[in-house]
């Protein structure tokens, strides 16, 4: 009996417990589970065509489109399907970054194999997309498919005469655009003819009176070129005339279109209008404003290319947010300049000091404070943010989208980030960044970090979630609590050549693996004598190894999480004298060199060393006889060009030029290369490689379509 009630309480007990237990499930089940937020994107996908034959080859399309106010990283996959639902290929977009309000197309081809389709019916490509913003905010995984008809073997074309090509028409030049700024009047040549202009000049003349000329070298069809004279200005307005040709050098197709006249105004503030926005509402495109002392309470919108500049530098002229919900300054036009202001006061959520959605804009000489950001550039690109100081904003003192120059700034004393890079394709050059949440931060990939310092931050230098492929050299990094710190999945960024001073942590490394000393070995001098090995970086009293040989490098590794400095220095980089270096300039192959096509390149190139070449090789598609024809490699006073293909002869896989050359560090060239067959393609607008960048300014494909984000995968050596 005893027994038998001790087992019954005990029963009692676990039906207790057990009610209890169901009870708490059934509550938490209720609570709502936390997840990230889905990111608002479109995408689409599009079959090129409703229906095609058998023997045709499809163009498969991947669309996808931002509504997030941030940048977001994406990896797109196209799948091509039968008629049965089975897979039959697939091509990998990414990883790629788009900006805020952009969209962005990929394109696939699928080529028939022998003997054409195997099926008619309903084929299906569908876009797989994976993202998330930069900042992690929100995540998007989904996907939309297109059906298009394959039909039996398409009809036989019909023999039919060939057509009587158009008469030669030849080069014409064209003035398209005027402007000013400061002391200098800008204008835009294009060749809108169908055949190469050679050399000539322009002219300039104002208010009736020839000032000058301006040399103009050779301009292929379409080609358009920025250019320039240096004028004083004398007058509030001057009638300017420019034109091109004046000495008639080029035996044009049309000599009546050669010249642009513009009325080209100063407008002084407050003497002709009282407020800046009724100046620029009041100006014409290329008009120049200028501001004399004193202090405004405004928002200024800027919708048209302007400069607009201080009259006595930014102490002297202040531009306080009238609305402190609105930017002090937001531009929405191309090749606008603000220049020598004190802006603040822009207090609302996201509003700037300064706010750019343009491209190919000057912001230089500015003060921003008081701010949420300093000064923001969300979305464009070719923009160029320099010689500005930015201190004590609430969030950050310069944020910045993508391809952008950021250089000779201060970003002292804001509350998150002193300089914050948003995206790619970034040059970030002797700034400074001091007592702020964080002195540089980057979100991206492929931009250059070079000859900054951030100080008495918290972190000098962080890269967010992924970032990969940045390149830091020649920066320093002292009295930090971190001097650099990475983010969870940051990969191959190089990090060589920078010193990290007196940091209470010099790295702090969460699951990254990166390279850190140069890719290639570096002749250098050190201590009178001259070495040539690899380089890493300088961590000053942290590292405690020894020089045995005396040759700048320490004997033993740096460690760094799992990662290490082979080859760390024993002296602050600026021991270690580097002599220029003869380089080659290699773009390597891209990852996916798909969709591919023979056409026309044009873009520029920007070395960082001194490259000598003779040959240029293309990389072809596997399999294909992918090649260059014909390339020139010229700017303002200089060009040199191939000697004509001879076919698929010898070494074919290389064009000559027609004599070694030279092409500088720091000066910027441009080309145009002619491919035929299937060359490697790299699908982006712009690219870093270890010798410098190469962009594209377009590349019209065999079928006449204009693509901007096609570079050829080349070396010239």
């Given at each position: 009996m005893k027994a038998e009630g001790m087992c019954s309480g005990m029963r009692e007990k676990l039906k207790r417990i057990f009610s209890l237990a169901l009870i708490v499930v059934m509550l938490l089940?209720?609570?709502?589970?936390?997840?990230?937020?889905?990111?608002?994107?479109?995408?689409?996908?599009?079959?090129?065509?409703?229906?095609?034959?058998?023997?045709?080859?499809?163009e498969l399309i991947g669309e996808i489109e931002n509504h997030e106010a941030e940048t977001v990283k994406y990896k797109m996959t196209l799948k091509l399907y039968d008629p049965d639902w089975y897979e039959i290929d697939a091509w990998s977009f990414g990883s790629y970054y788009l900006p805020s309000g952009k969209s962005k197309e990929h394109t696939a081809y699928a080529r028939p194999p022998s003997g054409g389709w195997k099926k008619t019916g309903k084929y299906k490509v569908c876009n797989f997309v994976e993202a998330s913003r930069i900042d992690d905010y929100c995540t998007f995984d989904d996907s939309v498919c297109d059906e298009f008809t394959v039909r039996g073997p398409g009809p036989s074309p019909s023999p039919s005469p060939s057509p009587t090509p158009p008469p030669p028409r030849g080069p014409d030049l064209m003035i398209t655009d005027v402007w000013a700024e400061n002391n200098t009047i800008y204008y835009k040549i294009e060749n809108i003819g169908n055949r190469r202009a050679g050399e000539s000049k322009t002219s300039?003349?104002?208010?009736?009176?020839?000032?000058?000329?301006?040399?103009?070298?050779?301009?292929?069809?379409?080609?358009?070129?920025?250019?320039?004279?240096?004028?004083?200005?004398m007058n509030k307005s001057h009638d300017v005339k420019v034109c091109a040709d004046y000495e008639n050098n080029v035996e044009e197709y049309n000599e009546e279109n050669n010249c642009r006249n513009k009325t080209l105004t100063r407008i002084y503030v407050p003497d002709d209008y009282s407020k800046i926005q009724d100046a620029v509402n009041a100006a014409s495109p290329g008009d120049l404003i200028i501001v004399r002392d004193g202090t405004y309470d405004e928002n200024i919108h800027v919708n048209k290319q302007l400069t607009i500049k201080s009259e006595n530098g930014s102490d002297k002229c202040i531009i306080e947010a009238y609305y402190l919900?609105?930017?002090?300054?937001?531009?929405?036009?191309?090749?606008?300049?603000?220049?020598?202001?004190?802006?603040?006061?822009?207090?609302?959520?996201?509003?700037?000091?300064?706010?750019?959605?343009?491209?190919?804009?000057?912001?230089?000489?500015?003060?921003?404070?008081?701010?949420?950001?300093?000064i923001y550039v969300a979305s464009g690109n070719k923009n160029i943010i320099t010689n500005n100081i930015a201190k004590a904003n609430e969030e950050d003192g310069i944020s910045i989208s993508s391809n952008n120059i950021i250089t000779n700034n201060i970003a002292n004393s804001n509350g998150r980030y002193g300089i914050r890079c948003g995206g790619f394709y970034n040059i970030l050059m002797n700034n400074t960044a001091e007592s702020n949440s964080c002195g540089i931060s980057i979100w991206g990939d492929n931009n250059k970090i070079t000859n900054n310092i951030a100080s008495?931050?918290?972190?000098?230098?962080?890269?967010?979630?992924?970032?990969?492929?940045?390149?830091?050299?020649?920066?320093?990094?002292?009295?930090?609590?971190?001097?650099?710190?990475?983010?969870?999945?940051?990969?191959?960024?190089?990090?060589?050549?920078?010193?990290?001073?007196?940091?209470?942590?010099?790295?702090?490394?969460?699951?990254?693996?990166?390279?850190?000393?140069?890719?290639?070995?570096?002749?250098?001098?050190?201590?009178?004598?001259?070495?040539?090995s690899y380089l890493g970086n300088y961590?000053?009293?942290?590292y405690t190894g020894s020089d045995a040989d005396g040759d700048g490098i320490g004997d033993t590794p740096y460690s760094i999480g799992r990662d290490k400095d082979n080859y760390p220095l024993m002296k602050p980089f600026e021991n270690y004298i580097i002599a220029p270096e003869l380089a080659i300039f290699d773009t390597r192959k891209p990852y996916n060199p798909y969709p591919s096509i023979a056409g026309t390149h044009k873009g520029t190139i920007k070395p960082n060393k001194i490259i000598e070449a003779s040959k240029l090789y293309t990389y072809p598609c596997e399999g294909t006889g992918g090649r260059a024809e014909y390339a020139r490699i010229y700017n303002d006073s200089?060009?040199?060009?191939?000697?004509?293909?001879?076919?698929?002869?010898?070494?074919?896989?290389?064009?000559?030029?027609?004599?070694?050359?030279?092409?500088?560090?720091?000066?910027?060239?441009?080309?145009?290369?002619?491919?035929?067959?299937?060359?490697?393609?790299?699908?982006k607008y712009a690219l870093l490689t270890e010798n410098g960048w190469i962009n594209c300014t377009e590349f019209i494909d065999a079928n006449r379509k204009i693509h901007y984000d096609w570079i050829p995968a080349i070396k010239l050596w």
């Amino acid at each position: 009996m005893k027994a038998e009630g001790m087992c019954s309480g005990m029963r009692e007990k676990l039906k207790r417990i057990f009610s209890l237990a169901l009870i708490v499930v059934m509550l938490l089940s209720l609570i709502p589970v936390c997840e990230a937020r889905r990111c608002v994107l479109s995408i689409d996908a599009d079959s090129g065509d409703f229906f095609y034959y058998t023997d045709e080859t499809f163009e498969l399309i991947g669309e996808i489109e931002n509504h997030e106010a941030e940048t977001v990283k994406y990896k797109m996959t196209l799948k091509l399907y039968d008629p049965d639902w089975y897979e039959i290929d697939a091509w990998s977009f990414g990883s790629y970054y788009l900006p805020s309000g952009k969209s962005k197309e990929h394109t696939a081809y699928a080529r028939p194999p022998s003997g054409g389709w195997k099926k008619t019916g309903k084929y299906k490509v569908c876009n797989f997309v994976e993202a998330s913003r930069i900042d992690d905010y929100c995540t998007f995984d989904d996907s939309v498919c297109d059906e298009f008809t394959v039909r039996g073997p398409g009809p036989s074309p019909s023999p039919s005469p060939s057509p009587t090509p158009p008469p030669p028409r030849g080069p014409d030049l064209m003035i398209t655009d005027v402007w000013a700024e400061n002391n200098t009047i800008y204008y835009k040549i294009e060749n809108i003819g169908n055949r190469r202009a050679g050399e000539s000049k322009t002219s300039l003349t104002i208010d009736g009176v020839f000032i000058t000329s301006d040399y103009v070298a050779p301009l292929d069809p379409e080609e358009e070129r920025k250019e320039s004279f240096d004028y004083t200005w004398m007058n509030k307005s001057h009638d300017v005339k420019v034109c091109a040709d004046y000495e008639n050098n080029v035996e044009e197709y049309n000599e009546e279109n050669n010249c642009r006249n513009k009325t080209l105004t100063r407008i002084y503030v407050p003497d002709d209008y009282s407020k800046i926005q009724d100046a620029v509402n009041a100006a014409s495109p290329g008009d120049l404003i200028i501001v004399r002392d004193g202090t405004y309470d405004e928002n200024i919108h800027v919708n048209k290319q302007l400069t607009i500049k201080s009259e006595n530098g930014s102490d002297k002229c202040i531009i306080e947010a009238y609305y402190l919900g609105e930017h002090v300054f937001k531009i929405t036009a191309d090749y606008v300049s603000i220049c020598g202001f004190t802006v603040k006061g822009a207090t609302g959520h996201q509003k700037a000091g300064i706010y750019v959605s343009a491209e190919n804009c000057n912001i230089s000489n500015n003060i921003a404070s008081n701010n949420y950001y300093g000064i923001y550039v969300a979305s464009g690109n070719k923009n160029i943010i320099t010689n500005n100081i930015a201190k004590a904003n609430e969030e950050d003192g310069i944020s910045i989208s993508s391809n952008n120059i950021i250089t000779n700034n201060i970003a002292n004393s804001n509350g998150r980030y002193g300089i914050r890079c948003g995206g790619f394709y970034n040059i970030l050059m002797n700034n400074t960044a001091e007592s702020n949440s964080c002195g540089i931060s980057i979100w991206g990939d492929n931009n250059k970090i070079t000859n900054n310092i951030a100080s008495n931050n918290y972190c000098g230098f962080s890269f967010g979630f992924l970032s990969s492929n940045n390149i830091l050299t020649n920066n320093i990094a002292k009295s930090n609590e971190h001097g650099i710190s990475w983010g969870e999945g940051t990969t191959q960024n190089v990090i060589y050549m920078n010193n990290f001073i007196n940091n209470t942590y010099n790295v702090y490394s969460y699951s990254s693996t990166n390279i850190w000393n140069s890719t290639e070995k570096i002749t250098y001098t050190y201590n009178g004598n001259q070495y040539t090995s690899y380089l890493g970086n300088y961590w000053s009293d942290d590292y405690t190894g020894s020089d045995a040989d005396g040759d700048g490098i320490g004997d033993t590794p740096y460690s760094i999480g799992r990662d290490k400095d082979n080859y760390p220095l024993m002296k602050p980089f600026e021991n270690y004298i580097i002599a220029p270096e003869l380089a080659i300039f290699d773009t390597r192959k891209p990852y996916n060199p798909y969709p591919s096509i023979a056409g026309t390149h044009k873009g520029t190139i920007k070395p960082n060393k001194i490259i000598e070449a003779s040959k240029l090789y293309t990389y072809p598609c596997e399999g294909t006889g992918g090649r260059a024809e014909y390339a020139r490699i010229y700017n303002d006073s200089w060009s040199i060009e191939t000697l004509p293909w001879e076919g698929y002869g010898g070494d074919w896989h290389n064009l000559s030029f027609t004599e070694t050359f030279k092409l500088y560090a720091n000066v910027e060239y441009k080309f145009t290369i002619r491919t035929g067959s299937y060359p490697q393609i790299h699908h982006k607008y712009a690219l870093l490689t270890e010798n410098g960048w190469i962009n594209c300014t377009e590349f019209i494909d065999a079928n006449r379509k204009i693509h901007y984000d096609w570079i050829p995968a080349i070396k010239l050596w």
